[in-house]
């Protein structure tokens, strides 16, 4: 089953990377690689979901970084704020589910490489049930 999924991802202004951040602040005139390096911390980012890969997924996240999804299955949105609440909320995700596929997916990179928009089917296997 597909399911829609739009995540946001304020990619230098929540501070996700900081080599990242380094060259989306410094973007004046061309902007392009930031817009690569945000796009590629991105993908990243979302390889480390798919694989489960707690530690790669943290590397990303600098300790006051905030992870906001507009889903939860409380059916309404949420976020976890700061390295360890990242950490927590993602270890009880990842062991909910027992795997996770990302299809379709759209980036939309803003102009000076600061925050990325993705938009996103994949599917999620619930653990232990093999249901959607």
């Known amino acids: 089953m597909n399911r829609l999924i ?4 304020a990619v230098a202004a ?8 380094a060259q989306a602040q410094s973007c004046t005139n061309n902007c392009e690689a930031a ?3 945000a796009l590629e911390t991105t ?3 979302f390889a480390a979901v798919v694989a489960k890969d707690l530690e790669i997924l943290m590397a990303g996240f600098s300790e006051e970084a905030v992870f906001a999804q507009p889903f939860h299955p409380t059916g309404s949105g949420f976020a976890y704020r700061g390295k360890q609440e990242i ?3 993602m270890q009880g995700i990842f062991a909910l589910i027992d795997t996770i596929s990302y299809t379709g997916t759209t980036h939309t990179v803003s102009a000076d490489g600061r925050s990325v928009f993705v938009e996103t089917t994949g599917d999620m296997v619930l653990a232990g049930s093999g249901n959607p």
């Open 6 to 9: 739009f995540l946001s991802l």
């Open 14 to 21: 929540f501070g996700l990377l900081a080599p990242m951040s």
């Open 35 to 37: 817009q690569v390096n």
């Open 43 to 45: 993908q990243s980012l």
């Open 87 to 89: 950490r927590e909320g």
